[in-house]
């Protein structure tokens, strides 16, 4: 006996516990592409399946359409592999264990992945109805989308003529996402040069460190007034250096580009009686009281060091501290369409000191292409007016506001039959599929949405059933409209 078994909507639950049965994690996706194909098969469905496991499952409009457009439903594959310290799953070649208590599901000891499977099943199920009226359907399922959206972006647009895309990867209902941002990572260097280690030393090498600031996510954390750890250290050194000589030997913060950093440290070389430390404390104060009401975990310290490697010449010193003080970082403007969200940003996440050089990486992001650019190069003038160079990563490009949608405006209505209601209208300062498929299919039109799905990415995760019944209801509803 299946577990959501006489849970509806019942094709969508029968989908979705299947799919949970089969490892999905990301970079694992053949088998769960594998049963994708084996369904289209089985109902004599076009299949088109590429060497990243991206899968294209294509039906024909059903009989009581009158549609000329061809719509994508749209989810990814992989799920996010998480599980509790307890639980002995093999999540590389296991199914997961299912449970429900008739309001939710959720999967003991692990992640559900109810993000993304319950696109992947919604969509299955419309594919398996003879009942339904829609329009000519291709299915897009993507694979690798939690660890970079990898797949959307090595898949070739030429498979897909639709224009209309319903991307059901959005976790709280009632919600449509109209917008993302676009990004990339940049990529500096900036060259040192150190002190020969037979010159005689000018004083004790310290260690300063920047601590326990709040942190939070490059995206959804950016606008709360954060502090970033590199900049403020890299701050503090310029505002020392004003004061009191001392020789810069490294500075080094932060873990991952899209994290606002939470500490950073330099270690410097001075002399204890020129008055260094009594700077340093002066400093210590003054920042504690500029930043401590906003960061009430920071933490500023210095202490004695061992570091065997040599100070850098005075040249390079400044041009370090140049480029930190013009180094752009976070919010660089406001959406003029939508309220509160963020259309331009960055964020420097990482900072590391090697024997020759120091190596950054900047976040950005961006609703605005042009905006994205412009702040690019911002970005790389502050590196290579310092003396170094740069390069550009993993670039993306936005999904900007559409203020004519008649795909927008089809849901809308949808929305408003079933429940009475209008939907949020909502932005992310954060990457999405949509976003790449824009970029490959010109005149795309495209809404994200979802049921709600609680504490995604954790053991924790809980699908709504009564929530994924709505929106699944509103899907038929949406495609009879089209």
Avoid at 199 to 215: P, Q
Wanted: glycine share 10%.
């Amino acid at each position: 006996m299946r577990i959501l078994e006489g849970l509806e909507p019942a094709a969508v639950m029968k989908y979705f516990e299947e799919l949970c049965a089969i490892p999905h994690g990301s970079g694992n996706t053949g088998r769960i592409a594998d049963y994708c194909e084996r369904f289209a098969e089985e109902h004599s469905l076009e299949c088109i399946r590429d060497e990243h496991n991206n899968i294209i499952i294509k039906k024909p409009k059903s009989a009581g359409s009158v549609s000329g457009e061809t719509v994508i439903i749209q989810g990814h594959l992989d799920m996010v592999c998480a599980k509790t310290a307890d639980c002995d799953i093999d999540l590389e070649n296991e199914g997961l264990r299912l449970r429900t208590d008739g309001e939710t599901v959720w999967a003991e000891g692990t992640t559900l992945g109810g993000d993304d499977a319950v696109a992947v099943a919604m969509a299955l199920a419309v594919l398996d109805s003879e009942e339904l009226v829609h329009p000519e359907l291709e299915c897009l399922f993507t694979s690798d989308e939690e660890i970079g959206m990898l797949g959307a972006a090595a898949l070739d647009a030429d498979l897909l003529k639709g224009r209309l895309l319903l991307n059901i990867d959005s976790e709280e209902e009632g919600v449509f996402t109209v917008s993302c941002a676009g990004g990339a990572a940049v990529e500096g260097l900036l060259p040192i040069t150190r002190c020969s280690a037979d010159r005689a030393a000018s004083g004790k090498k310290y260690r300063i460190t920047v601590s326990g600031l709040s942190g939070g996510h490059s995206g959804t954390e950016i606008d709360k007034g954060r502090e970033n750890a590199c900049i403020m250290l890299g701050r503090l050194l310029s505002e020392l250096d004003a004061r009191i000589g001392y020789e810069l030997v490294s500075i080094d913060g932060g873990e991952k580009d899209n994290a606002i950093p939470r500490s950073a440290e330099a270690v410097v070389e001075a002399d204890a009686q020129s008055g260094f430390e009594q700077a340093l404390e002066e400093l210590e104060e003054e920042y504690m009281m500029r930043f401590g009401l906003t960061e009430t975990g920071l933490k500023i310290g210095y202490e004695e060091c061992l570091e065997e490697r040599e100070p850098m010449y005075a040249s390079s010193k400044t041009a370090v501290l140049n480029m930190l003080a013009g180094m752009p970082n976070g919010v660089q403007s406001m959406s003029a369409e939508i309220k509160d969200l963020v259309q331009t940003s960055c964020n420097m996440g990482i900072v590391k000191t090697g024997d020759t050089g120091i190596s950054l990486t900047v976040s950005v992001r961006s609703a605005s292409d042009t905006e994205k650019r412009s702040l690019i190069d911002s970005i790389g003038l502050s590196i290579t007016g310092s003396g170094g160079s740069f390069s550009v990563s993993g670039e993306y490009p936005a999904w900007e506001f559409k203020k004519d949608s008649k795909l927008r405006e089809l849901a809308s209505a949808a929305y408003v039959k079933q429940y009475g209601a209008e939907p949020e209208l909502s932005a992310i300062h954060a990457g999405l599929e949509c976003g790449i498929f824009c970029g490959k299919l010109p005149g795309l039109d495209c809404i994200s949405f979802g049921p709600n799905i609680y504490d995604i990415h954790t053991p924790a995760e809980r699908l709504d059933i009564g929530s994924t019944a709505r929106v699944y209801s509103f899907l038929t509803e949406l495609l009879g409209m089209i």
